[in-house]
């Protein structure tokens, strides 16, 4: 089965900060990557998909890039609504064997 | 308005069943593959299953294969999962979620979740 392995597992940052989030899988994975902003007691909702694609309705501050195993989720400057969980997800449905779908353990971004 | 809305959670003892339901509304729901995904308390993302739009593929985690049973009924607009010999380690809030446009595997669209409790 295909890991993925986010970093940091904590992120401590203030308004107005530029925001890295690393994603890593155990295998290539193509560019078949998408990103999901979760807020407490709410469900997540997706960011961006196919890696570097903006969902609709997405603020620009967001961004994705990378492809194969190495993936990073940007804020390009942190506001106070993005104050949150992120997830990374690989999906897969034409792997050997059927499909398969794996989130990372999770970025929580904190306020500094 | 995409709008996605489970239930049939609750509190159910070890070895027990429950069968889950999401109602879909807003989009041409036997257009798109289908999806159950898992959260345990203060826990990250689990994928359980997945099918698709057809029901000619079902797809499992390991952890809940032999176990769960997804199926959908297309004419109701409605997705099911049905859990059996129920675990501790099931406990979650369970999220019905909706395939990307186009036919991608993301889930572009999440319901609010019902809660499963496994506990005698």
């Known amino acids: 089965d295909i890991q993925m392995t986010q970093s940091p597992s904590t992120l401590s940052a203030s308004v107005g900060d530029r925001v890295t989030i690393t994603c890593r899988a155990s295998q290539s994975i193509s560019t078949w990557l998408a990103w999901y902003q979760q807020k407490p007691g709410k469900a997540p909702k997706l960011l961006i998909y196919k890696a570097s694609s903006l969902e609709s309705g997405v603020p620009s501050r967001f961004s994705g890039s990378g492809s194969g195993t190495e993936f990073t989720l940007t804020i390009s400057s942190l506001q106070p609504d993005d104050f949150a969980t992120y997830y990374c997800?690989?999906?897969?449905?034409?792997?050997?064997?059927?499909?398969?779908?794996?989130f990372g353990q999770g970025t929580k971004v904190e306020i500094k | 308005e995409v709008q996605l809305v489970e239930s049939g959670g609750g509190l159910v003892q070890p070895g027990r069943s429950l069968r889950l339901s999401c109602a879909a509304s807003g989009f041409t729901f036997d257009d798109y593959a289908m999806h159950w995904v898992r959260q345990a308390p203060g826990k990250g993302l689990e994928w359980v299953s997945g099918?698709?739009?057809?029901?000619?593929?079902?797809h499992y985690a390991d952890s809940v294969k032999g176990r769960f049973t997804i199926s959908r009924d297309n004419a109701k607009n409605s997705l099911y999962l049905q859990m059996n010999s129920l675990r501790a380690e099931d406990t979650a809030l369970y999220y019905c979620?909706?395939?990307?446009?186009?036919?991608?595997?993301?889930?572009?669209?999440w319901g609010q979740g019902t809660l499963v409790t496994v506990s005698s």
């Open positions: 099918i698709t739009w057809n029901s000619g593929k079902m």
């Open positions: 979620a909706k395939d990307g446009v186009g036919g991608d595997d993301y889930f572009d669209s």
């Open positions: 997800q690989q999906y897969n449905s034409y792997s050997p064997g059927g499909g398969t779908w794996t």
